[in-house]
């Protein structure tokens, strides 16, 4: 049977996970890798970027790693230009890199409003810019950037940063998929819901407070409770959407903004 990403080159931001368990980009490294998909991932920690490259050649794939904070504007130029020069010129761009901070208007600093920025929109601008040139030689491309529907509703935590960064990526996201669309160079968003990853029980993102609970565990039940199917997704839930994103099968679908939240996004209230 033919695989699905055969031979493609797909560049990962954060394809580890912030703690054990399966985070979004850790499991499209995995899944992207089995579907024949020859796989260069970066993130921050290069502990947990290795421990994605182990599983992926246990299971017979081929995926290079590299540490890179996809912040730093050299970093970025240069984590393309490795990435080019191990596996070829890339077909596909996974922007899944994304953080949270706990806190409205009035109680955010700006140093976290910045770096919530930072990690989540101005990384995009960075990889897209050494990336869509090597997509130009080919003659099309897949960029798929990883917001949330914390961009498009209110979730009842107060972030005020990710709302507001999770909102820019639909217009950075449109921008460039209309200005490349000629050009054969897709860009969608995928929105995941409230996902069960271990971003969610990662201390630094205080979670737990921002729904007013006392620990982790009471925090994941009350997010269970929110959603309409009775329990928050997973990281394969956002990894299955984007295998098909990022192949051809969704060769006609541009500027898109595709929701994975178990119908969280539909309801009132
Ligand atoms: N978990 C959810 O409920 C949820 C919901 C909506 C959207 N998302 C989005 O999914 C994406 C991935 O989230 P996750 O839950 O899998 O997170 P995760 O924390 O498990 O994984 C993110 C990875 O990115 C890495 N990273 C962080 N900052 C980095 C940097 N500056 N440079 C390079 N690597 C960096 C981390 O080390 C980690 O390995 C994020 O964009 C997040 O906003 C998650």
Redesign the pocket.
């Known amino acids: 049977m033919v695989k699905r990403l055969e031979g493609k080159v797909a560049l990962i ?7 054990p ?7 499209m490294a995995a899944l992207f890798a089995r579907e024949g998909a020859k796989v260069y991932g ?4 290069p502990s ?2 290795q421990e994605t490259q182990a599983i992926v050649a246990r299971e017979g794939g081929i995926m290079s790693v590299a540490q ?5 504007a050299d970093a970025v130029e240069r984590l393309v230009k490795d990435c080019i020069a191990a596996h070829g010129d890339i077909d596909i761009l996974i ?6 901070r706990i806190g409205g208007v009035v109680e955010q600093s700006l140093e976290d409003w910045q770096l919530v920025f ?3 929109v101005t ?1 995009m601008f960075l990889t897209c810019k050494h990336v869509i040139p090597s997509m130009l030689k080919k003659g099309k491309g897949s960029i798929v950037n ?5 961009g498009i509703r209110d979730s009842g935590v107060a972030y005020v940063s ?1 709302s507001a960064s ?1 909102a820019a990526v639909l217009g950075f996201s449109r921008s460039v998929a209309l200005q490349y669309a000629k050009q054969g160079i897709r860009s969608n968003v995928l ?10 029980r ?1 201390p630094l993102i205080s979670l737990a407070d921002g729904y007013h609970t006392q620990s982790i565990e009471e925090m994941l039940a009350k ?1 269970d409770q929110q959603c309409p199917m009775g329990h ?2 997973d ?1 394969w839930d ?1 990894a299955n959407t984007s295998l098909w994103l990022a192949s051809d099968e969704s060769k006609y679908i541009t500027s898109a903004e595709i929701v994975v939240d178990g119908g969280i996004s539909a309801r009132i209230g």
């Open positions: 931001t954060g394809c580890g996970s912030s703690g368990g399966w985070g979004n980009g850790k499991a970066c993130d921050i920690n947990a970027a890179c904070d996809v912040t730093d922007n899944n890199v994304g953080t949270a930072d990690i989540n990384s990883i917001g949330s529907v914390a990710y999770k929105m995941p819901g409230l996902m069960n990853t271990p971003m969610v990662q997010r928050m997704g990281a956002v």
